[in-house]
């Protein structure tokens, strides 16, 4: 969720303030993550092991879809994001954000995969 100026001053005098910075991240969570949640829930996109129309359902391209559209209101400073696709093969969507400082030389690399196991059957 994009910040507004107001709200960015606000979070930034308070980020001490631990009350007001989980107000803050509930409220964040109810107005736009949960609503992301759940409709990415919705999508029906089981890895390969479990869904051989995998590559030709479309439910990939709409997970991958409401996740990056996701990450973009995010309004991220710096961010870059693509989508990979090889045929055959579950997309990757790759994001980097460059360092906030010119001094920050470290690397943070972080990885999830969006496809789905299905609901616990006899064979899962």
Same mark, same amino acid.
């Given at each position: 969720m #994009? @910040?507004?100026? +107001?709200?960015h001053d606000?979070l930034?005098q308070?980020? $001490?303030d #631990?009350a007001k *910075?989980?107000q803050? +991240?509930?409220?964040?969570?109810?107005? /736009? *993550?949960e609503?992301? !949640?759940? #409709?990415?829930?919705?999508v029906p996109?089981?890895? &390969?092991d479990?869904? &051989?129309a995998?590559?030709?359902n479309?439910?990939q391209?709409?997970a991958y879809? @409401? !996740?990056?559209?996701?990450?973009? #209101?995010?309004?991220?400073k710096? !961010?870059? %994001?693509? *989508? @990979?696709?090889?045929?055959n093969?579950t &997309?990757?969507i790759f994001?980097?954000v460059?360092?906030?400082?010119? /001094?920050m030389t470290d690397? *943070? !690399? %972080?990885?999830g995969h969006? /496809?789905k196991?299905p &609901? $616990?059957?006899e /064979?899962?």
């Open positions: #994009a @910040l507004s100026k +107001i709200e606000e930034k308070d980020a $001490l #631990a *910075v989980m803050y +991240i509930e409220a964040s969570w109810k107005k /736009d *993550v609503k992301t !949640l759940s #409709a990415y829930i919705e996109n089981q890895s &390969p479990y869904d &051989p995998i590559h030709t479309g439910y391209e709409t879809k @409401l !996740l990056t559209q996701w990450v973009e #209101a995010q309004n991220v710096g !961010l870059t %994001m693509q *989508v @990979l696709a090889e045929q093969r &997309p990757l994001i980097e460059e360092a906030s400082s010119k /001094d690397t *943070v !690399l %972080m990885y969006f /496809d196991q &609901p $616990l059957t /064979d899962w």
